[in-house]
């Protein structure tokens, strides 16, 4: 399996990494912006081909962080403000033919919300382990003291694969200078 995902800025890195060691007993992926899911994405040359196109020819964009908020009781997230993120997402959705049924179960397309995860209540594979919805909450109430909503400029994404219980990156694709 694989995804797309964009790395956060140094300071929101290391604030949500450390908010997930100190109440998740295991994270299986960093924190990262889903920019494409799992849904038509391996390693055939025409598929990086694809990707490395779409990418290359994309200017470096910002983005922002809004406020941290939940999609129901499940999965605390912080979401983000980013016109040039959308466009770039449908794009890749659009070339790698995503079907109807795929874009509803990985919320892409129409229904993306940009965004990065804090923590969830529940994982598929064991990937990470360790909240519930009274330690998401908790998380929340103690993220927002903290000064982790600048806007950052994303100039490279990355593509990762499962390996083991845990998302590793495997290859780097570089957006356009600005």
Not at 78 to 97: A, G, R
């Amino acid at each position: 399996m694989y995804f797309i995902g964009i790395v956060p800025s140094e300071d929101i890195y290391t604030e949500l990494t450390n908010l997930q060691e100190k109440y998740m007993n295991k994270i299986g992926v960093e924190p990262h912006v889903t920019l494409k899911a799992q849904s038509q994405l391996n390693e055939s040359r025409e598929r990086l081909n694809q990707i490395h196109n779409i990418i290359s020819k994309t200017k470096q964009f910002y983005i922002t962080p809004k406020t941290i908020e939940f999609f129901g009781e499940q999965v605390l997230y912080l979401s983000l403000y980013s016109p040039e993120l959308i466009i770039l997402h449908n794009k890749l959705v659009d070339t790698l033919n995503v079907p109807k049924e795929l874009k509803e179960y990985y919320f892409e397309g129409e229904l993306f919300v940009p965004h990065i995860t804090i923590g969830k209540t529940t994982y598929f594979n064991d990937i990470s382990s360790g909240n519930n919805y009274r330690t998401l909450l908790e998380m929340k109430k103690e993220l927002q003291n903290k000064n982790i909503f600048n806007s950052f400029l994303v100039e490279k994404v990355y593509l990762y694969q499962y390996i083991d219980h845990n998302y590793e990156r495997i290859k780097t694709f570089y957006l356009k200078n600005i």
